[in-house]
């Protein structure tokens, strides 16, 4: 009897964990981190970079909800839906979490059930991988022109609802049996404005040639690990896909010798699973599973016009106090984008927000204080955050009770502590001019930490949960991004 064979079946079995990926990516990010080094020179970008600037132009108006072409509010329940029924819609929640400082409320919410694409690309050149990084603007971006992934794009957009052009190097991301995949992962976005919004972020490595396209531009991950520096430059999607890079490992305290200092030599220690942790991954897996068990979060769609406390004004969704966030219209108009105009909502962030991770040093490793925290728009309810992250002035009118743990460790920390902190935008397709001073904080690790929601975690442990769905939410992924960074760079 004749046996057919396929390619699958004759292919070598894998063995192991790959090595060799950490490797090549810790030579890219040794590669262009020192500005006096090879591939230090980022003049060549910064040209590229005003290029962008001038044939990127987006004008954007604020206009009433009332007169957004293309959206229409129900006149029964005020939500805001699309003429198309796709993209998204803006409705209202009802949230009951049991125990909480606040144990109810109720808020508008982003429905978009869609899982978009965020996707760098990868290529050796020389021997050194770079990733392709595109330059884009959205409409809530404070500054204009960001740093964002090769590909950034929602079902809705992809499928081409809107009649525009195709989005460049998609195909890649969609089939990707001729290339190799480095990370493919469906992640969580804002729990407190998105509801089980989620994304699929890839990384992805390409043998063959592949055009550079006007807009797009190659970059170590040095080079990246630099800008990631530069205040409001790297938008909220490349973050999330670096830090979903199969980064950290033995490969990186090879690579980076010697450390520059104790705290720089903690960090790649932390980088590495050789080193351990203060708690075992099956402990940190149990004590997420706990959490998530024993909290309760109880939430019900309402109609948006019902919402308490929330009222519509002049074309516009606010909260009574003033604080929290408006819901706004604004009207694009653009020539470097797939359609020249479009209108839609969006959610306006009051104030700027503080995202920090409170780090220590435990037996010579780097570990951060992670939260697992509960938000409404969580698919599994509970997520690891950051040590704080929060809009200090939404505290004002709510009970002390409410303030968040080590927020004001974080406020008052010393220049000498500060590891990390630059001001970076979230995403600019959804939320206006949202941005967050992000923060890595140093501090002596002592008892006042040890609380039931809060627990020390290396790097190593983080990347690890990044290689699953719904551990490592939005925030933290930005600041393993720049842990990550400052493996390099480790002065700000």
Known sequence: MAHHTTAEQTAPLSVGPDVDTPRRLAVSAVAGSDPAGPLGDLDGFRQWFEQCHGRATMAVRQVSLDDLAGWRTDQDTGDITHDSGRFFTV??????????????????????????????????????????????????????????????????????????????????????ARHRVLADVRQSEQGAWFRQKRNRNM?????????????????????????????????????????????AGPALREAIVPPHGEFHAALLASCDADSGGLHSMAEVLSWVTDIRTHTEVATRELPLAALPDWHRVDGTISHVSGQFFDVIGVEVRTRTREVPGWSQPMIAAKGTGLVAFLVARVHGVLHALVHARAEPGYLDVVELAPTVQCTPDNYRHLPAAARPTFVDEVLSARPEQIRYRTLLSEEGGRFYRSRNTYAVVEVERDSRHERQDFRWMPVHQLADLLRHSHYVNVQARTLVACLHSLTIRTTR
């Not at 429905?111 to 330059?135: R, T, Y």
């Not at 809530?140 to 809705?156: C, D, E, I, Y």
């Open 203 to 247: 990384v992805v490595e390409v043998t063959e040639e592949v055009r550079e396209l006007p807009g797009f531009y190659w970059l170590t991950l040095g080079q990246v690990h630099r800008l990631l520096a530069v205040e409001d430059l790297i938008n909220m999607d490349a973050r999330t896909v670096l830090a979903c890079l199969p980064f």
């Open 91 to 176: 409705g209202g929640l009802e949230v009951h979490r049991s125990g909480a400082p606040v144990s109810t409320w109720s808020q508008p919410i982003i429905n978009q059930p869609e899982v978009g694409v965020l996707g760098i690309l990868v290529k050796e050149f020389d021997g050194v991988a770079h990733l392709l990084m595109q330059g884009k603007v959205e409409p809530g971006n404070a500054l204009g022109l960001q740093l964002s992934p090769t590909v950034q794009a929602t079902r809705s957009n992809y499928t081409r609802v809107h009649g525009g052009s195709a989005v460049p190097y998609l195909d890649i991301f969609r089939d990707t």
